[in-house]
């Protein structure tokens, strides 16, 4: 990788990957016996739980496929590493602050396994100008819409973040922790959802102990 090529973002857009890519027989298997790809993944794992959060999502792709990996797959694991080459210089920076602000972001991709079809959510949390915190998770069941899985990443990160900013309160590091928390979310349909006391028959699916997400917004 010593002359690889830079690229600006840890995954080419459109790309998608699935069992059905993986090698059929030992010709394809015998083609990818001498690519390290299991190393590679595993070195791209502790980059992203130490220092890298922006390539949590693309590493947990790219894990799926460990067992019988194929070309595409190894393509997109150099893709990463072409990314962090370019981006060696990032880190992660924060500032004083006598008063703490914790802001978080909560994303999800519907149906995003093409082998499950199930749907991926992922939040991240900022403290003092920096990131602090951050998960990518897949779920175990099938979401049955857009609205519910980014409803469902919202509760997960309210749980995530009010307990963050209580371990934060009770260091009395600061004097104080700004409130309310905030939590952004791209999804026009959960932000109005969350912020609406009536329910509708289009929100009828989502699971009880989500609605703690409505309760907690107002």
């Known amino acids: 990788m010593g002359s690889s090529r830079l690229v600006d973002t840890p995954v080419a857009k459109g790309d998608k990957f699935s069992l059905k890519q993986c090698?059929?027989?030992?010709?394809?298997?015998?083609?990818?016996?001498?690519?390290?790809?299991?190393?590679?993944v595993g070195s791209l794992m502790h980059a992203q739980v130490c220092t890298r959060p922006e390539i949590t999502f693309i590493v947990g792709v790219l894990d799926r496929y460990l067992n019988n990996p194929c070309m595409d797959h190894w393509t997109a694991a150099k893709r990463v590493m072409h990314y962090l080459k370019k981006t060696r210089?990032?880190?992660?920076?924060?500032?004083?602050?006598?008063?703490?602000?914790?802001?978080?972001?909560s994303d999800s991709d519907f149906v995003g396994c093409q082998d499950s079809k199930h749907s991926t959510s992922s939040y991240v949390f900022m403290l003092a100008g920096g990131v602090a915190s951050w998960k990518f998770a897949k779920w175990t069941h099938v979401a049955s819409s857009t609205m519910a899985i980014e409803v469902v990443a919202c509760y997960e990160a309210s749980n995530h973040g009010i307990w963050l900013r209580n371990f934060v309160t009770r260091?009395?590091?600061?004097?104080?922790?700004?409130?309310?928390?905030?939590?952004?979310?791209d999804n026009n349909s959960a932000v109005l959802y969350s912020n609406n006391n009536n329910n509708s028959t289009k929100s009828k699916h989502i699971d009880i102990k989500f609605l703690v997400v409505k309760e907690r917004v107002q």
């Open 23 to 40: 090698p059929k027989n030992n010709l394809e298997r015998t083609i990818m016996h001498d690519k390290p790809y299991a190393s590679a």
């Open 89 to 105: 210089d990032y880190k992660f920076t924060s500032r004083r602050s006598e008063s703490l602000e914790i802001i978080g972001f």
């Open 171 to 185: 260091l009395h590091v600061v004097n104080d922790i700004k409130k309310p928390l905030k939590i952004y979310c």
